[in-house]
């Protein structure tokens, strides 16, 4: 309970397994008449919930308003509770509770209130905690693990690294190395001058190792780092940091050798990242430590879902009421509340400069930028924006799984072909990548049912449904984004109704384990993403006291480390593998611990698997060296 000094409005709640109990405290000095408690946070009441002591006045999606039984009067120092049961999604983990709540007055202020996580407690947050053993099973710290490690002897283990490149091409990798180490370890002084006590290393280049392949050479006094390319060398570069950090940190545990050799190469072309800020906006900042983060595990794409239901996050020249209004939400706004966000105008948006910025660092740090721009589906901020994009004949409601109304573009609506190409064409400018992700996931099965131009278009294509229409909308994207030199990436779904070109596409899967499989079957091109096992927004066990979501499931480090992703497929299906991608939804991501606690170390547990070979994988390794991976916040359990 807040302390004894808070003048204010406090929402406290319980979860008792069938029913969620909201009490809001009156500790101000003056009653409250004629007002609704307006909540906000992961979980959703729903249609289906029943409420005793108060009722529902609007809700959509996370938000609600509930009003109290007619005209009570809320004195100083009392209390009123709503018990809510039936609701359309129960409860799993405690933050599904309400993040945010506050008190809307008569006269249309909102208040916000002190609003404490749900219980019962204790509440669990940040990075799990595996402790680095005295006595690891392998004598140097390396994660992901290498194909080969043939390493003798034992030094005092450098201060430093004294990085020696003897062409531009080494000394561009010497610099990133060192900007990448001063963004996760900044005073730690990985790399420094040969006159500074480093230890020499030696930097070159060998044609005959593959792009991202690297060898480490050591001798009593330095070492010669080589790849394939700039992206093996800096590798091989962050394999021998990764040295260094665990001898000094730990010597009793690890060593610095003076003889051997190490040589390695990426099980996977594809090892990736996808990161949601819709739900929630991360600053510049955050996601180049973030991106820093990656490039440390050896992931080298990082999949932007830029937008979603709850909110669009890219600067638009030809649309800035995308930015002036689908960026934010708040208490009155066209988007409301959600998420755990208060009454307050929250959000934002990226700059085409600050998207520059980041891209650039990111591939600096040898890291893809993937954009994803989601349609038709999860288009309820940019419709919000851009109302004209509608179908005025359209006369009912449809409701996407997450409870928002009317949320996807309708592919019969001409004047959508047009935004949808000028958005692409201003994002294409400022992305690189090869490859463009449009989403094309969870379109409602009613999707469009009253629109009399989808109905008009049903007609002409010979199916019912919504995927015939989608799948029409996705080809002319597909092939606007082919002429522009992109290879189209969409979700799972993007197979449905004859679906998008082969040729010139992958598909992630997410659904269930045996969707990617299927979609390999079918020729698609795949990344294996299921929600069982790579969803870092799902908890890390079934216990209520777990921060993160419940609907796929849920997965330890050790079960998301065990996941095979190919397992049972044939010998033709494992030439679609194109590999792996963690998943990072943001909906319970309430604080920075939680985020911290969700991530990690499972996302070292997903990049050992693109990385390294299935039969030199081992948990007991992987867990005894974990704890020197870095995490986003400095969060720990």
């Known amino acids: 309970m807040a302390g004894t000094h808070f003048d204010g409005f406090v929402l406290t709640s319980v979860w008792t397994g069938d029913t969620y109990r909201l009490t809001l405290t009156n500790r101000t000095a003056s009653p409250l008449r004629d007002w609704r408690l307006g909540i906000s946070g992961p979980g959703r009441l729903g249609d289906s919930a029943v409420l005793s002591g108060g009722g ?19 004195h100083p120092g009392a209390s009123w509770t709503v018990s809510i049961t039936h609701l359309a999604f129960p409860l799993r983990h405690w933050t599904d509770g309400a993040v945010s709540g506050f008190v809307i007055r008569a006269d249309g202020t909102a208040v916000p209130t002190l609003t404490l996580p749900t219980t019962p407690a204790p509440h669990r947050r940040g990075t799990v905690s595996l402790p680095i053993p005295a006595d690891p099973p392998v004598p140097v710290s390396i994660i992901p693990w290498p194909r080969e490690v043939a390493v003798s002897g034992r030094r005092t283990t450098p201060s430093g690294l004294a990085l020696m490149g003897s062409d531009p091409q080494s000394e561009a990798v010497a610099d990133s190395f060192s900007a990448l180490t001063q963004f996760l370890f900044p005073g730690e002084g990985i790399v420094r001058e040969d ?31 080589t790849g394939g390319s700039e992206k093996g060398l800096l590798y091989g570069l962050v394999t021998l940091g990764q040295m260094q950090r665990g001898a000094r940190l730990h010597p009793e545990s690890f060593s610095f050798p003076t003889g051997g050799h190490i040589t390695d190469a990426p099980e996977m072309g594809w090892r990736g990242c996808h990161l949601d800020v819709a739900r929630r906006l991360y600053s510049g900042e955050e996601l180049k430590q973030f991106i820093a983060i990656l490039a440390w595990n050896k992931l080298n794409t990082f999949h932007w879902h830029l937008n979603d239901d709850e909110a669009w996050r890219v600067e638009i020249e030809a649309y800035p009421e995308l930015t002036d209004t689908a960026a934010w939400r708040g208490y009155g706004m066209e988007i409301p509340p ?29 890291v893809d930028v993937v954009p994803e721009i989601d349609m038709p589906g999860h288009c309820f901020a940019l419709l919000q924006a851009l109302p004209q994009l509608r179908d005025p004949g359209e006369s009912g409601l449809y409701h996407s799984v997450q409870g928002f109304p009317n949320n996807c573009l309708n592919p019969a609506v001409e004047a959508v072909y047009p ?52 799948a029409h909308f996705l ?47 079918e020729g698609y091109d795949v990344v294996v993403s299921p929600g069982q096992a790579y969803y870092l927004d799902m908890a890390n066990s079934e216990d209520w006291h777990e921060c993160g979501a419940g609907w796929a499931g849920w997965s330890s480090p050790e079960t998301t480390y065990a996941f095979d992703p190919s397992a049972g497929w044939s010998k033709a299906e494992r030439k679609r593998l194109m590999g792996v991608q963690a998943c990072i939804w943001s909906e319970p991501m309430s604080d920075r611990a939680v985020f911290d606690r969700l991530v990690f170390p499972r996302l070292s547990a997903i990049a050992e698997t693109a990385w390294t070979a299935p039969e030199r994988k081992d948990f007991s390794r992987f867990s005894a060296l974990a704890g020197l991976m870095p995490n986003l916040y400095g969060q720990h359990e």
């Not at 006045?57 to 809320?74: F, H, M, N, R």
């Not at 294409?428 to 009253?450: K, N």
């Not at 992109?486 to 010139?504: D, F, L, P, S, V």
Request: hydrophobic content about 40%.
């Open 475 to 521: 080809q002319r994207v597909q092939a606007f984004l082919s002429a522009e030199g992109k290879i189209t990436g969409a979700w799972e779904e993007a197979a449905q109704a004859g679906g998008i070109e082969k040729a010139n596409s992958y598909l992630v899967g997410w659904h269930t384990v045996e969707a990617s499989q299927r979609l390999a079957a």
């Open 195 to 225: 006159e500074e006590g480093g230890y020499p290393v030696d930097l070159a280049f060998d044609d005959s190792l593959a792009e991202e392949a690297y060898a480490i050479a050591f001798e009593p006094d330095g070492c010669e780092v």
């Open 56 to 74: 529902i006045v609007t809700q959509l999606s996370t938000y609600c308003e509930i009003a109290p039984e007619s005209g009570l009067l809320l």
């Open 338 to 366: 959600l998420l755990g966000s208060g009454p307050e105008p929250s959000g934002g948006w990226y700059s085409k400069d600050a998207i520059r910025d980041i891209v650039d660092l990111a591939a600096d740090f040898g």
């Open 419 to 470: 935004v949808v190409e000028t958005i692409l064409s201003e994002l294409i400018e400022l992305f690189p990548s090869r490859y463009f992700h449009i989403g094309a996931d969870e379109v409602p099965a009613d999707a469009w049912a009253t629109s009399p131009k989808a109905r008009a278009m049903g007609e002409k294509l010979g199916a019912p449904g919504p995927a015939p229409l989608q």
